[in-house]
């Protein structure tokens, strides 16, 4: 197992800590973070759900079938000791059994984050005339009230949009006027661990940035590439979309230029070393090698190189 030492906490990065709550509809639930487990979450800074594959290993069979029948949440954290945190809480879509050899047998939670929210919420309100954004997203949240997702950060979103001269009918899919209110004040939109969070494009999450050199998680080198700055470190739960991360810039491998294909506006290296996160995937294995991050970022006023898929 890889170790370091994590700057901003001063703890070892040695042991592993991990945690796997499944709750029913009423909070109640179990704590299986005892049996192995292993994990993939994929977050991104776009509208679309996030997800996760877990799979929990020789489960009892009551146990399975308590799972079929009255779980519906569930709640990841992992990191280390000391450094131990949320990085996927969603709703379980799914529970499939399967048998790895002939002792062992897994449970695989197939997991969405805010996707009811997404999905089914909608909105039939009218605000008077004068409403800023944050009166119309506001409006627009209350609606995900039930559906597994609630109002998280939203920064600068005044500051950017104009307060309307007259009243404003909002009728229809939650997510399409989310969308129309992230254009007008040049913010993304995204639900992260239930909560939704408006980012300008050129912004991001207030907090410090989380700082990533090999003495802190780091693995292997950051590379250039047409998605943007990309790199891999040790399970880090202060990681977050739209959060910050520092990287030493002469660490990055610079991309390689095809001379026989047209030039592409390739994500820039930040002349201050700080990027805005936009993909995280987490991999996990509690009895394996595998406790990464894999982070994709772009430098803070790199917003013309957000890949298309991003948006």
Request: proline letters at 3%.
């Amino acid at each position: 197992m890889a170790e370091g030492t994590n700057s901003t906490e001063s703890t070892l990065q040695w042991i592993r800590a991990c945690s796997l709550v499944v709750a029913d509809s009423s909070g109640k639930g179990l704590e299986l973070g005892d049996f192995r487990i292993i994990f993939a979450t994929h977050k991104g800074d776009i509208e679309t759900p996030n997800s996760a594959e877990i799979r929990i290993y020789n489960l009892a069979e009551q146990t399975v079938s308590r799972m079929r029948k009255e779980f519906t949440r569930v709640v990841l954290q992992a990191g280390y000791q000391g450094n131990m945190g949320v990085i996927f809480s969603g709703s379980i879509r799914q529970a499939r059994t399967g048998r790895e050899s002939g002792t062992d047998t897994w449970l695989e939670l197939i997991a969405a984050d805010g996707d009811r929210a997404y999905n089914f919420a909608t909105v039939n309100t009218t605000l008077a005339a004068g409403s800023r954004p944050s009166d119309r997203v506001r409006a627009l949240i209350d609606t995900m009230g039930g559906k597994d997702a609630e109002a998280g950060d939203m920064v600068g979103i005044d500051a950017a949009g104009n307060a309307l001269p007259r009243g404003k009918v909002q009728y229809g899919m939650t997510r399409k006027y989310m969308r129309a209110e992230a254009d007008n004040t040049d913010t993304t939109w995204s639900i992260q661990d239930g909560r939704v969070q408006m980012v300008p494009r050129k912004g991001c999450l207030p907090g410090e940035a989380v700082v990533l050199t090999h003495e802190t998680g780091l693995v292997g080198t950051p590379e250039q590439t047409d998605q943007g700055i990309t790199c891999r470190c040790l399970i880090n739960p202060r990681l977050r979309i739209c959060g910050r991360i520092q990287l030493a810039n002469q660490s990055i491998q610079r991309a390689k230029t095809d001379l026989k294909q047209v030039a592409t506006m390739r994500p820039k290296i930040a002349a201050d070393g700080l990027y805005r996160v936009i993909k995280i995937e987490y991999f996990g294995d509690t009895r394996g090698a595998d406790w990464y991050a894999d982070i994709t970022c772009i430098g803070m006023d790199d917003t013309a190189s957000i890949p298309l898929d991003m948006i």
